[in-house]
């Protein structure tokens, strides 16, 4: 079944301790891309990806990595979780750049103590 | 920059109503894609449509029709005889062509009730 994962799906975490959500596509998608959606805010790209090696920046890049070694993964790093990342985070991936449809992980709530 | 607003935050509709969903946006760009997507309470995101800026014939797909203007830079989402099952956030969305970003309003939350 063609899918976007995405893991883990609840996380509750506190302030400075380092996590990773991961996120891979079995479609061989060249574009991967980070959202979070805050009530009243809608979705926010964080991080978009190219292909592998490239990635950039998105509208909301601040307290976030990204690496793409694989085409089929894009994991999102907090280094130093802090409160206001507390969200809701969404993996997407498209077959190209982001005016293809794009496919959304199940998402992932994450609360920063 | 680009951007998308969607004025409505929250509409609540009785099941068979008609209900129009607005967006409106801004681009400078004159190749662009406008999306919806829709968002069910279980929480996935659904898309729905993708319209690129050369092609503004209207769209309709069962119950769902969309109306594009670029005159008034408007993308709107029509719902007829709505359904319970309709009861969503939908979100509209735009990228500039050229980029790799994709800009999305915040939401108008449809509630149809029985």
């Known amino acids: 079944e063609a899918q976007v994962t995405q893991n883990p799906r609840y996380l509750i975490t506190v302030t400075g301790k380092k996590l990773t959500v991961t996120c891979s596509q079995n479609?061989?998608?060249?574009?991967m891309s980070w959202y979070r959606q805050d009530p009243g805010l809608g979705l926010r790209q964080i991080y978009y990806?190219?292909?592998?090696?490239?990635?950039d920046k998105g509208d909301v890049p601040e307290g976030y990595k990204v690496s793409r070694k694989e085409k089929r993964n894009f994991p999102l790093i907090l280094e130093s979780p802090s409160p206001n990342q507390t969200s809701l985070y969404f993996c997407?991936?498209?077959?190209?750049?982001?005016?293809?449809?794009?496919?959304f992980g199940p998402g992932t709530r994450l609360t920063v103590l | 920059a680009q951007k998308v607003t969607q004025a409505q935050t929250e509409i609540s509709v009785v099941e068979k109503e008609d209900v129009t969903l607005d967006c409106v946006y801004e681009?400078?760009?004159?190749?662009?894609?406008l999306f919806w997507y829709k968002q069910p309470p279980s929480g996935e995101l659904v898309f729905l449509i993708r319209?690129?800026?050369?092609?503004?014939q209207n769209e309709i797909s069962g119950r769902y029709s969309w109306n594009f203007q670029k005159s008034t830079s408007s993308f709107n989402f029509t719902i007829t005889a709505s359904q319970v099952v309709d009861s969503a956030v939908y979100f509209c969305?735009?990228?500039?062509?050229?980029?790799?970003?994709?800009?999305f309003g915040k939401g108008t939350m449809l509630l149809v009730s029985p």
């Open positions: 997407a991936s498209s077959l190209e750049p982001v005016y293809n449809e794009q496919f």
């Open positions: 479609m061989n998608h060249e574009y």
């Open positions: 990806s190219m292909n592998v090696e490239v990635t």
């Open positions: 681009t400078r760009d004159t190749t662009y894609y």
């Open positions: 319209r690129n800026s050369f092609d503004e």
């Open positions: 969305a735009l990228s500039e062509g050229g980029y790799s970003t994709l800009t």
